[in-house]
């Protein structure tokens, strides 16, 4: 107990003191989350007005996927994203592999099906009376889309906001996709687990701090949006 | 509008879901400029009805015709709706102001934002709603709010007003205004109306006519 408490004691100072290794965690993670996020919501977002809007042949099985990958554990993303990044893989002559780039993508492709499905869910509950509304006042259908995105906006909002928290809070990626660079591609999460392997608590713990207030943080968020949201079904 | 042919023309229509007809016409021809009721018990088909008018319900047979035109085809649906408007029992109402609800048909059209707001603001006032203008719409009571919807629908000067149960939850001096409004849309400006109700007295006072919906079909007599 007088260890953990010395630890934490430590930790605090560490954050307070901004501590190089910590920030440089810190930034890394929420940059290459961030860029994750917002990829898949430019992405996620209109796909899943799409699948809740229309039906199209292999509609079902979309949607089974889109579940199924949800529960991807996300060191078989790694995994998958290494073999095609990787020297020999069939992307390998882009050199990604152990750079942010490759950690947002694979960061991508993991929170995407959360964000296709979050925005089916956001779509469903209250898109299609307001697409009907918009189109009977002689909308067209992007101007309608468009009301719809307006209409849904705190629940598309929520939808980013849980795949960040997603991006943010996992480690399988980041780990084989990033390699752990200090200072280039060591995430919060990464550096948990390495400073935990060689016995530095304090530095993981200061970094599970961070993240633990960060995941406080996107819920809350999370739960205001929701509240924003079924106010806005209503 | 083509003087010739009636606002819209049913043929040999069925529709419903699930491939289940549940409301079935041989024939009607609905007049431009002309009213009429939709009467029927509840789960009737007149909320289909009204729906394949406007396009949201594909027939299961036949054909629907908007001023001669077939509604046949995404491209043909998408004409006709710029002409008609189509208010549902509990109308969704945008979440935003009152006048920007009302602006949205005209903003839909071009209409620059200065100019759909000014003509927005004078329809509301005509309906009596200027004090409720700038209030959040889903801050509206239910009256209140089938009222804009209704004024937000008539902005666009629509050739076909489609109306399911108009005045549903709607207090008498709302009803009022409501029924006003529609008799002007009809009158002044030469719109066809077809409305679902459960009130014969209300069908006697807006139409001559009306549409009996029973056991699947359909007759139109007078009123």
Not at chain 1, 97 to 116: D, R
Request: with cysteine; glycine share 8%; hydrophobic share 50%.
């Amino acid at each position: 107990m007088g260890y953990m408490g010395a630890s934490l004691s430590e930790a605090v100072n560490l954050i307070a003191s901004a501590d190089p290794e910590v920030m440089s965690a810190v930034w890394t993670s929420l940059y290459t989350s961030f860029a994750a996020t917002a990829l898949a919501a430019v992405v996620g977002i209109p796909a899943g007005l799409a699948v809740a809007s229309y039906r199209f042949p292999g509609r079902g099985a979309t949607i089974t996927i889109l579940n199924t990958l949800m529960a991807m554990p996300t060191v078989v993303i790694g995994l998958l994203g290494y073999a095609m990044l990787t020297r020999n893989g069939p992307l390998g002559v882009y050199e990604l592999l152990y750079t942010p780039a490759a950690m947002i993508i694979g960061q991508f492709v993991l929170v995407l099906p959360l964000t296709v499905t979050l925005s089916m869910s956001a779509a469903r509950s209250m898109g299609r009376r307001a697409a009907e509304t918009a189109l009977t006042l002689g909308a067209t259908r992007a101007r309608a889309a468009a009301t719809v995105v307006l209409e849904g906006r705190f629940a598309f909002m929520t939808a980013v906001a849980a795949a960040f928290g997603r991006a943010v809070g996992e480690v399988g990626v980041a780990m084989m996709l990033g390699g752990n660079i200090r200072g280039a591609t060591r995430t919060m999460t990464t550096a948990i687990a390495l400073e935990t392997s060689k016995g530095e608590f304090a530095v993981a713990l200061a970094l599970g701090v961070v993240l633990m207030t960060l995941a406080l943080a996107v819920n809350i968020a999370i739960r205001a949006l929701q509240a924003r949201a079924g106010e806005a079904a209503r | 509008m083509t003087q010739t042919s009636p606002a819209f023309r049913l043929e040999n229509f069925a529709a419903g879901y699930d491939g289940r007809a549940v409301v079935e016409i041989d024939f009607l021809d609905i007049p431009k400029g002309g009213r009429i009721a939709l009467l029927g018990a509840n789960g009737a088909g007149k909320t289909t009805l009204l729906r394949a008018l406007n396009g949201f319900v594909k027939p299961i047979r036949g054909r629907v015709f908007f001023d001669g035109s077939p509604m046949d085809s995404v491209s043909a649906v998408n004409a006709a709706r710029k002409r008609m408007t189509y208010i549902s029992q509990t109308p969704f109402l945008f979440n935003c102001s009152a006048r920007a609800n009302v602006a949205y048909g005209l903003r839909a059209r071009g209409v620059p934002a200065r100019e759909a707001f000014e003509r927005a603001d004078a329809l509301l006032e005509r309906a009596g709603l200027s004090k409720l203008a700038r209030r959040n719409a889903r801050s509206l009571s239910g009256g209140e709010a089938q009222l804009t919807a209704l004024v937000r629908a008539l902005i666009i000067n629509p050739e076909a007003i489609l109306l399911d149960e108009p005045t549903g939850n709607v207090d008498a001096a709302n009803t009022e205004t409501i029924e006003a409004l529609i008799l002007d849309s009809s009158d002044a400006r030469g719109a066809a109306v077809v409305f679902s109700t459960h009130n014969v007295e209300q069908a006697r006072r807006l139409a001559a006519s009306a549409i009996y919906i029973e056991h699947g079909s359909a007759s139109i007599r007078p009123l």
